[in-house]
């Protein structure tokens, strides 16, 4: 297997790239990738990076400074290559003046603010999004539960016109067998009776009678 080939590129930057801490951003993409050299202001706001190191690792380097989110907006960024010098041992930032050096914490603080303050802001637009989908399905809830009461009011009325239709049957059956109970009596007490004068008349004599 041959060794991996290494070598050194110079990067200049151009756009938004100063005081938008786009330095420690490409410090720390060198130092996730194990990659040497330096970044660097340059007077005309752009900025220049000096990187060394295997030849995948600088193309994955490359890529992930291009993709260094806002406030950063990067406008070009011009590769040329050179022979791999081993000269640095680490990768760091060169840094300019004290009083631009402050001005860039100080903006680059802002800026940070200004993230973490957006970043807030989108978490309370998620939570009224939330808040607003569970009113929609505690609006949904209240709407089945009305339904279901509406359902049981139905079946109590079902029921209670069931009872009532029972209890109607119950009453017919006893005036029935009331009524049917006395017509029958009336009916045996006639025949006595019949029995009777037919005996007097002598149509029928006691030994006929069962």
């Not at 005081?19 to 330096?38: C, H, M, P, Q, S």
């Not at 340059?42 to 990187?51: A, E, K």
């Not at 060394?52 to 994955?60: P, R, S, Y």
């Not at 802002?110 to 303050?117: A, C, N, P, R």
């Amino acid at each position: 297997m041959s060794d991996p080939v290494n070598r050194q590129c110079h990067i200049y930057v151009k756009g938004k790239v100063q005081r938008v801490g786009f330095r420690d951003k490409v410090e720390d993409i060198a130092y996730n990738l194990g990659l040497t050299g330096y970044v660097q202001n340059q007077s005309s706001n752009d900025v220049v990076i000096v990187i060394e190191g295997e030849d995948e690792k600088i193309n994955q380097f490359i890529q992930q400074v291009r993709d260094v989110p806002p406030p950063v907006k990067i406008k070009s960024l011009d590769v040329t290559e050179y022979p791999y010098s081993g000269d640095y041992s680490e990768f760091s930032i060169i840094r300019g003046e004290v009083m631009d050096e402050f001005a860039e914490r100080f903006d680059t603080a802002v800026h940070l603010l200004y993230s973490i303050d957006q970043k807030q802001d989108q978490m309370l637009d998620k939570q009224d999004q939330m808040l607003s989908r569970q009113d929609q399905m505690l609006d949904k809830q209240d709407r089945m539960l009305g339904k279901q009461d509406q359902m049981i009011r139905k079946q109590d009325d079902v029921i209670g016109i069931q009872i009532e239709t029972l209890n109607e049957i119950k009453g017919v059956r006893s005036d029935f067998q009331k009524t049917f109970t006395e017509e029958l009596m009336e009916i045996r007490g006639e025949i006595r009776e019949l029995r009777s004068a037919m005996m007097e008349a002598g149509y029928l004599k006691k030994a006929d009678v069962r």
